[in-house]
């Protein structure tokens, strides 16, 4: 009975009673093979933009390395294709040159190894059909490591990036580059601005209404009978109608929550009656006296930081 040959390797099973005297020359060969099979380096010089990686039977040939390393210098993208099409095959590649390798086997699935990159692959020897599969196609890794340094993000957060199309300039801005352009702001500019705890594109057109808002606090229109306070809510200049009802009232203008520079506008909507402005420190007088008559008129004064350093009434 003659020689048979194992359906992947190729490794000669010898017939009974064949290679008398012969058979140890032919065990030796077939243990070289395993060997190949199981740890077996091989490099392999492409050239062009194709290659056949063969395994003969009975013989140490090129495609019964575990590990493939390919060299050379292949002209574009090189199809390697796996021989003979019905042999199932592992194969760890790595890609050292600097064009894509691809392996197939049949008219089945293919799979390219890129430039520089290592990858486990399968054959599944299925004749004409037959596909390359790539094992580490969905790799779950635990603790990667890029460098020698973990990465330490979580597959959830490293999705927060898919969809990202920032250029490394303008990551780079966020980041803290302190260059500056010359920018005119127009209405459908955008500023990056954390909503509680959100960010957000805002409308510099939002900013501008609210910081308008918040320029000056105008508070209700107040009926003076008597003596009364105006105190500003916040650190905001006030603007403060007023009413006077009758015969003549005094209005103090408070410091409280001020900084230098703000200023309190007392207006007095009614021509009937007079009103004198005390422009006080949280209740006491620092400048006194200035009277608004039976005409409609304004007050201003302007805080210096201790006190209202400058005051002035605006008839109309």
């Known amino acids: 009975m003659a020689s048979t040959y ?14 008398a005297g012969t058979w140890g020359t032919t065990t030796n060969n077939n ?15 492409l050239i062009g933009t194709t290659h056949t990686l063969t395994t003969n039977d009975g013989t140490l040939s ?3 390395n575990k590990v493939l390393i390919l060299g050379g210098s292949p002209s574009g993208t090189n199809t390697i294709t796996i021989s003979p099409n019905d042999q199932d095959k592992v194969y760890i590649v790595h890609n050292t040159t600097n064009q894509t390798a691809t392996f197939t086997q ?10 520089g990159s290592k990858k486990i692959i399968y054959a599944n020897g299925a004749g004409s059909g037959a596909a390359v ?21 979580t597959a959830a957060e490293l999705n927060i990036l898919d969809g ?9 801005i966020v980041d803290g580059d302190t260059s500056a352009t010359s920018t005119t702001v127009a209405d459908a500019d955008r500023v990056v601005l954390n909503d509680d705890g959100t960010m957000v594109q ?27 306070t105006v105190t500003p809510s916040g ?20 410091t409280t929550n001020l900084v230098a520079g703000q200023y309190v506008i007392i207006d007095k909507t009614t021509s009937a009656n007079s009103m004198t402005i005390d422009w006080t420190n949280n209740g006491a007088v620092t400048s006194s006296g200035i009277s608004l008559g039976s005409s409609a008129e304004l007050g201003i004064g302007i805080f210096n930081g201790s006190g209202f350093s400058f005051t002035e009434t605006v008839k109309f």
């Open 202 to 228: 805002a409308a510099v057109t939002d900013l501008s209404t609210y910081f308008n808002q918040n320029l000056v606090e105008a508070k209700s229109a107040l009926s003076v009978t008597g003596t009364v």
């Open 62 to 64: 090129e495609g019964g």
């Open 164 to 172: 990202v199309t920032s250029t490394a300039t303008e990551l780079n």
């Open 6 to 19: 194992t359906a992947n390797s190729g490794i000669e099973k010898i017939g009974a009673g064949e290679q």
């Open 235 to 254: 650190a905001t200049s006030v603007y403060q109608p007023l009413a006077v009802s009758s015969g003549s009232q005094t209005v103090r203008v408070a």
């Open 133 to 153: 599969i790539d094992v580490t196609d969905a790799l779950d890794i635990a603790s990667p490591r890029i460098g020698g340094t973990a990465v330490t993000s």
């Open 106 to 115: 049949g008219s089945g699935a293919n799979v390219s190894v890129v430039a």
């Open 31 to 45: 243990l070289e093979i395993i060997d190949r099979a199981i740890n077996g380096v091989g490099s392999i010089s």
